[in-house]
């Protein structure tokens, strides 16, 4: 199944390198859309975890898995919210990811999960090989400073050493064979450096037409096919005050 075949009512696609605020820009439009909201990265987590539980590559047992994504994550009906985030997880995750064979078996599925209703996506790859026809396409980034000041004060992690990994992580993503980091031509790119998270949401908001904000209950089928992306100059964001 290809992205031209999916039924679908809305996507939001929202890509961008790691640190750059996606998952959490992502999961706050989906909620005030009523969207439902897709995270990539705990997809390929699953993924890898699953292949260390049963000892296969991920790539070879990925179509049998069972994801639930919510506010709580399931694989095969075990909890692994917390599990998917283990230090080995985030270790491993980058180098599968970019196995040409493992990316191609998650874009079916996440096709797959989003052939129905609304949502909103967040990844790398989303809006130029997942579901290039997407409704609304946004490229998030920041500084590398600032990502790595980001992702620091999460985890607690040393500002340099977590600097020279997002460096690696880059251009890991941006050299690999299958769905390389880049944003899609026609993506309006949000330059999120030094901006507050709701500022960004509404950044995000605000492209969104008025329409779609007001689309059927989460998961109902709606219209087949999607109304061609919008074609809109990269813009950055005003700096925030103080």
Known sequence: MYASDIVHDVIIAIDGPAGAGKSTVARAVAARLGFAFLDTGALYRCAVLAGLRREAPPEEIVGSLDIRLGDRILLDGD?????????????????????????????????????????????????????????????????????????????GLDLDAVRVALLARD????????????????????????????AVVDAVLALVPDEYKNAPALFAVGPEGVSAPRKRRPRTLPQAAG
């Open 171 to 198: 251009q890991m993503d941006q050299e690999r064979e299958h769905g390389p980091l880049h944003a899609a031509a026609d993506a309006v790119e949000l330059d999120t450096t030094g901006i507050d998270t709701e």
């Open 79 to 155: 909890d692994v919210t917390e599990a998917i985030r283990a230090p080995e997880i985030s270790q491993l995750t980058p180098a599968a990811a970019a196995r040409p064979a493992l990316r191609e078996a998650l874009t079916d599925k996440q096709r797959t999960l989003m052939a129905h209703g609304d949502w909103v996506a967040e990844g790398r790859d989303i809006g130029t090989v997942v579901v290039p026809n997407a409704a609304v396409k946004v490229f998030l980034t920041a500084s590398i400073q600032e990502r790595a000041r980001r992702r620091s004060g999460e985890h």
